[in-house]
């Protein structure tokens, strides 16, 4: 994917740059999920966020 320029790596932390073209077909896979396996199934769609206790964020020197 990345000789085909779909892909890039940055410097930070193993971070990756998708290009329009993955990203579209990341998109498109996810609706055929949605529409073929989860709506059939009856499944509602749900967001949990992650609760981080403020010590973590502390020492993480995310805080500052």
Same mark, same amino acid.
């Given at each position: 994917? %990345?000789?085909?320029?779909?892909?890039?790596?940055?410097?930070?932390?193993? &971070?990756?740059?998708?290009? @329009?073209?993955?990203?579209?077909?990341?998109?498109?896979?996810? %609706?055929?999920?949605?529409?073929?396996?989860?709506?059939?199934?009856?499944? &509602?769609?749900?967001?949990? @966020?992650?609760?981080?206790?403020?010590?973590?964020?502390?020492?993480?020197?995310?805080?500052?």
């Amino acid at each position: 994917m %990345q000789k085909a320029n779909w892909i890039q790596r940055t410097n930070y932390r193993n &971070q990756w740059i998708l290009s @329009p073209t993955i990203t579209a077909l990341a998109e498109a896979l996810k %609706q055929i999920m949605v529409d073929y396996v989860y709506k059939p199934l009856g499944f &509602q769609q749900m967001m949990i @966020p992650k609760l981080v206790d403020w010590s973590i964020w502390l020492r993480s020197e995310h805080a500052e």
